[in-house]
């Protein structure tokens, strides 16, 4: 889906085809809560298409932002980007120092002149060790999050600088404050849940990762590990993953949970049925008796 | 920080502590443990129609608010939606059941491709062509229903040690094995002698390979098929730990809690909760992280397994496959030669 369209009208039919297949999927009641992004393969397709670095992870941006727009339209409340692990400090200062750079840009680029936050009703959130980034960068985050901290809809969590030991380890300290401060909190698994970046949020049910590799590289290591968490493994680079791979994503999602939801019933149902017939034949017993 | 193992194996075995989790979900396929699997068929077909009748219709019991008042609001916008979607189910659903079809065949070929018909050498064959082998191979398995073929606990334990045969003739040292429930950690007498069994079929009886099976929970080891615990016999071929729920994230509750127990008393201070700290203690409780975890389910659900150890994981899992073949096994350690580590590079 090319953004110049050489045919005229042709990027207005898109965007209908877009809103239609969204609004069709929205009514579907089974798109995933909350989807989770590893947005691999930006450096690799810089390489592949012979461009600047920097260029590649702009390329991710604008990919990113389409993706996001097409979730928000079908009905995600939350999607969750994995943009900058703790393990890229170790990159050449230079790329570290650009990705820096964009990051400042693309965070004022989101919330100013009525770009996507607004238009989605979007709550942006910077989850993550912030106290690795430098101050210019946290000022901008803050802006962002405080304009962004009154928006209902849906909710975007930009993981900057992230490991998902790093966010259980931080869970388990705050639990442990807790406990020290209030005394006698019952922890349990729903309390390391609620101390996470994402605690308070639906819980995860989709997860991408582009570029064929087939690990967490430790991104929502809690999350994902949940039962019945979709992943998907795509082998495009994430440029190149656009709304079309992403629509087939959500069908094949809704499809799949709308199946499943029908045949738990109906096992309900069946099992609900033998339940009183068993019932029905006890009490007959108890009669014969 | 010998306390903090003490309190949490202590932990353990405490009923009292024992923490409802509260994304406890139902263990997989319990509802048809009893009743088998042999109406899924009919009750597929039956859930399909289903969904594409009530899409039909205007349901008035909708769950979801927003959309119950956009029916109010435009009802028959909602309807042109609703029948658009049944259109694309319908279109995928043909896909689905075309890609599902192709991809059965495609694992029967690779079943007849690669087999190893109990013989260690063609395995060794297999494996040395390969540039690197994972140091430890993590599965998780599914308890069949009873009423399938390979179903029940006897299924479980031959496809297990049938695994672990494998796994021992790769030349792979450890392996964990996860089921949810926890099913082969409560029946590990049985196991150890099936586990006997099959090794004398690929090694011949006078030649059977030394093992040994660890379960980290209670912190328990098992030697062979009897406990010769003589300083031979602890020389094994291969480690086999057998994990369940319990050792993913209700572990790492347990282990808050002592600490958190800990720093109360002042015994323990929040600044010494790090990550070294952390890693070394799960290590001890759980064991090492995997190097490659196989699944043996149509599609990758990790079903709970301890979430501190996935961190690079290499995953594997063949669409659509429901059985543990070694052709699935041995396309897992190919895929894993072939796949490149940079950590944050």
Redesign the interface.
């Given at each position: 889906m090319s953004s110049e369209g050489s045919i005229p009208g042709s990027n207005s039919l898109l965007s209908l085809v877009k809103n239609t297949f969204s609004r069709t999927l929205r009514s579907s009641n089974c798109v995933p809560q909350h989807v989770g992004f590893v947005m691999d393969g930006n450096r690799r397709y810089s390489i592949k298409k012979e461009i600047e670095i920097k260029e590649g992870h702009e390329a991710g941006f604008v990919s990113m932002s389409r993706i996001l727009e097409l979730c928000y339209e079908s009905g995600v409340t939350t999607a969750t980007v994995f943009a900058f692990s703790i393990e890229n400090f170790k990159r050449s200062p230079y790329e570290v120092q650009s990705l820096m750079d964009l990051a400042k840009k693309r965070i004022r680029q989101l919330t100013t002149n009525g770009n996507l936050a607004q238009k989605y009703g979007i709550r942006i959130r910077v989850i993550g060790d912030l106290s690795l980034l430098d101050e210019d960068l946290l000022k901008e985050i803050k802006d962002a999050v405080e304009l962004t901290k009154d928006n209902k809809r849906s909710v975007l969590n930009i993981c900057f600088p992230y490991t998902g030991r790093e966010e259980i380890l931080h869970s388990m300290k705050e639990v442990i404050t807790e406990r020290k401060v209030k005394g006698n909190t019952k922890i349990g698994e729903y309390l390391i849940d609620r101390h996470l970046y994402t605690g308070g949020l639906p819980p995860l049910d989709l997860l991408i990762r582009t570029s064929g590799v087939s690990r967490l590289s430790d991104f929502m290591l809690w999350q994902v590990s949940n039962k019945g968490v979709t992943v998907e493994l795509l082998n495009c680079l994430w440029p190149e993953f656009g709304p079309s791979k992403m629509a087939w994503i959500l069908l094949k999602f809704a499809f799949k949970k709308s199946l499943s939801d029908r045949s738990y019933t109906l096992e309900k149902e069946d099992e609900s049925t033998s339940d009183t017939s068993l019932f029905q034949t006890q009490t007959m017993s108890i009669k014969a008796e | 920080m010998s306390q903090i193992q003490e309190g949490v194996r202590a932990r353990v075995h405490n009923p009292d502590d024992e923490?409802?989790?509260?994304?406890?979900?139902k263990p997989?396929l319990n509802?048809?443990f009893e009743k088998g699997n042999a109406n899924t068929k009919l009750?597929?077909l039956?859930?399909?129609t289903?969904?594409i009748y009530?899409?039909n219709e205007y349901n008035k019991t909708?769950?979801?608010e927003i959309?119950g008042r956009k029916q109010q609001q435009n009802y028959f916008a909602?309807l042109f939606?609703?029948i658009?979607?049944v259109g694309?189910?319908i279109v995928?659903?043909a896909f689905?059941y075309a890609q599902y079809q192709y991809n059965r065949v495609k694992l029967r070929i690779y079943d007849l491709v690669y087999n190893p018909s109990n013989t260690p050498q063609l395995i060794r064959q297999d494996v040395l062509k390969l540039d690197k082998i994972p140091k430890r191979v993590a599965a998780i398995l599914d308890m069949k229903p009873i009423g399938d073929v390979g179903g029940g606990l006897t299924g479980l334990l031959n496809d297990s040690s049938e695994l672990i045969c494998w796994t021992v003739s790769a030349g792979i040292k450890h392996l964990t094995l996860y089921d949810?429930d926890g099913v082969l950690q409560k029946n590990v007498t049985s196991f150890r002698e099936e586990i006997h069994n099959k090794l004398s079929k690929y090694y011949g009886p006078s030649n059977v390979p030394k093992f040994v099976v660890r379960i980290p929970h209670s912190n328990s080891m098992y030697f062979n098929r009897d406990d010769s615990e003589s300083e031979e016999n602890k020389k094994v071929a291969i480690e086999i730990s057998l994990l369940s729920n319990r050792d993913?994230?209700?572990t790492?509750?347990d282990?808050?809690?002592t600490?958190?127990d800990l720093?109360?008393q002042g015994s323990l201070d929040?600044s010494d909760?790090?990550?070294d700290l952390?890693?070394s203690e799960l290590t001890q409780l759980v064991g090492p992280e995997p190097d490659l975890l196989v699944y043996f389910g149509p599609?990758?659900?990790?079903?709970?397994?301890?979430?501190?150890h996935?961190?690079?994981?290499?995953?594997?899992w063949e669409p659509d496959n429901t059985e543990v073949t070694y052709s699935v096994f041995i396309r897992a350690l190919k895929?894993f030669s072939s796949?490149k580590m940079n950590?944050?590079?």
């Open positions: - | 923490a409802i989790s509260s994304t406890h979900t997989p509802a048809s009750r597929t039956k859930a399909i289903e969904s009530i899409n909708e769950k979801n959309i909602y939606y609703k658009l979607l694309l189910f995928y659903g689905r949810f993913g994230r209700e790492i509750v282990l808050t809690k600490m958190a720093c109360t929040l909760v790090t990550m952390v890693d599609s990758l659900d990790l079903q709970g397994f301890p979430p501190w996935i961190r690079l994981t290499e995953f594997y895929k796949c950590v944050g590079k």
